[in-house]
């Protein structure tokens, strides 16, 4: 039942993204941005041994959208909770459980269209796969668990608020200095002693520095950190995946009881 429940649910989530495409366009957009300012702004003033900026730049890029694309669950679940969507799905014979995967899986898609836009955007500024076809589907891979993972997180940050306008103010002060403290668009070793510490073992860095060493895009010449998550990177990332969603998946679930028995 929770599987079929699931379905219908991530249907309609999928119908509505379709039926209101500016959800979309604007998601796909930004990234588009992103890659194209920081890739002609930023791009020739900094200079990285052994391997050009663009292609260090596009694995921060990927991760950082796919975090932000992840918010979708927790504005969407504020939205359904201001106007009493959720209420209805309470009235009806379904698993709980349904409301909040089918919502995050429906987000998965989101992020599947916004990495296919940069991959083709990067192609054009001049980025390139390295690595192995089978690397390269596992950087995907990874990006988007880590994205399923973060939308959890999102989901009980959703619940909490009230409106989807405080959640989106919630989940920028928290989501941009995770995207930025990191590898993400600058080489960790570049930043000050404190916030390199704190960069290394930011679960971002890691989904980053994976990416990056997947798609072939690092330098042998590169200085890696000498920190365990960024010379396991691959690793690090499926550890702070299972972690995250062993400790937001069931509070997601507390929290929607609490909130649809107010």
């Given amino acids: 039942m929770v599987v079929t429940d699931s379905v219908t649910v991530t249907k309609r989530n999928v119908i509505k993204i379709r039926r209101v495409p500016d959800v979309l366009i604007f998601s ?44 979708f669950t927790g504005s969407s679940l504020a939205e359904d909770m201001q106007k009493g969507i959720i209420d209805r799905f309470r009235s009806l014979p379904m698993a709980p459980s349904a409301v909040l995967i089918g919502r995050t899986v429906a987000d998965v898609v989101i992020n599947v269209v916004s990495l296919v836009v940069m ?19 596992l950087a995907y891979v990874l990006l988007l668990l880590f994205a399923y993972a973060v939308s959890w997180m ?7 608020v009230r409106a989807p306008e405080v959640f989106n103010n919630a989940s920028f002060m928290v989501i941009f ?20 510490a704190v960069a290394d073992w930011n679960p971002v860095s890691a989904v980053t520095q994976a990416t990056r060493d997947l798609f072939g895009n690092t330098s042998p010449l590169a ?14 990332t499926l550890i702070w995946v299972v972690v ?15 909130s649809v028995s107010r």
Wanted: hydrophobic share 55%; aromatic share 12%.
């Fill in 154 to 160: 999102m989901a009980v940050v959703g619940l909490l």
């Fill in 223 to 236: 200085q890696t950190p000498d920190v365990w998550p960024m010379r396991h990177p691959v690793v690090t």
């Fill in 244 to 258: 995250i969603l062993a400790i937001f998946v069931p509070l997601a679930l507390r929290q929607y009881k609490k």
């Fill in 28 to 71: 796909t957009l930004s990234p588009i941005m992103f890659v194209l300012l920081f890739a002609y702004v930023f791009g020739s003033a900094i200079k990285l041994q052994g391997t050009s900026y663009r292609e260090f730049l596009i694995a921060g890029i990927f991760a950082q959208t796919v975090v932000f694309g992840a918010t």
């Fill in 119 to 137: 991959s083709l955007t990067g192609l054009l500024v001049g980025w390139r796969i390295r690595g192995s076809f089978l690397d390269a589907v």
């Fill in 177 to 196: 200095p995770l995207t930025f403290i990191a590898n993400t668009f600058v080489p960790s070793e570049n930043l000050p002693t404190v916030l390199r």
